[in-house]
């Protein structure tokens, strides 16, 4: 069965770095998302992404966030400059349609010192 | 925007016993809602999920009820077994017709004792 897959696992960076968050969606699906868990804590919508651009995005994804799918396969997350409270599980999801089920990938922890 | 009120934080229970868990949503635009089962340190992983325009929905052990008027819905899980520990949540969307955002509760820690 086809699954998501994020790379890399974990990443550690210092605060104020740029980090770069990569995902692989499921091959034949159009609509992408990121979300972000803080640990012990409950799962946060950052964006959607359809057709080339956002869809929607949440009061977190602020202008140090950006998304891109540089080519047919690859869905990025960047951040610009990491602070602190950025350390957290970030899980990719990709759905074939709009209204379909939204597949999680394994997540990326980052941690930023 | 919508919020979503996940009830109890933690649930132990025998095994072959059931546990329930409720939550409660605050915008009645909402029309979708899933139930994922993640486990320690692994991705969120869909169970089952219920759309509008029905009530309730089973799938073997797992069952999900909605009540939109009161604007709950509520998962169910029979003869529980020692697999089914890990933590759940529910959540909630609202379709914007470009894509779907969820927003999610807080989650259920369930234990099942052998």
């Known amino acids: 069965e086809p699954e998501v897959t994020q790379t890399p696992s974990h990443q550690v960076t210092q605060m104020g770095q740029e980090v770069i968050l990569r995902c692989v969606p499921i091959s034949n ?85 | 925007g919508e919020n979503v009120e996940q009830h109890p934080s933690t649930l132990s229970v ?3 016993d059931s546990a329930v868990i409720k939550c409660t949503y605050s915008d009645s635009a909402s029309n979708y809602f899933p139930w994922y089962k993640q486990e320690l340190g692994k991705r969120p992983q869909l169970i089952i999920d219920i759309r509008s325009n029905v009530g309730e929905k089973k799938d073997q052990r797992i069952a999900v009820t909605l009540n939109k008027t009161a604007k709950h819905f509520s998962l169910h899980i029979t003869e529980t077994q020692p697999e089914d520990s890990a933590v759940y949540f529910c959540a909630a969307d609202i379709s914007s017709g470009s894509a779907r955002q969820l927003t999610f509760g807080s989650g259920t820690q369930l234990t099942v004792l052998p």
């Open chain 2, 14 to 16: 025998q095994e072959g």
């Open chain 1, 29 to 113: 699906h159009l609509y992408f998302y990121w979300y972000r868990q803080i640990l012990g804590q409950k799962v946060e919508f950052l964006v959607s992404f359809y057709n080339n651009e956002i869809s929607e995005k949440s009061e977190i994804f602020d202008d140090q966030f950006s998304v891109e799918r540089p080519d047919g396969s690859n869905f990025t997350l960047k951040i610009r400059s990491t602070k602190l409270e950025d350390s957290a599980m970030y899980f990719c999801a990709s759905a074939g349609e709009s209204a379909g089920t939204q597949y999680f990938g394994p997540g990326t922890r980052l941690l930023v010192l």
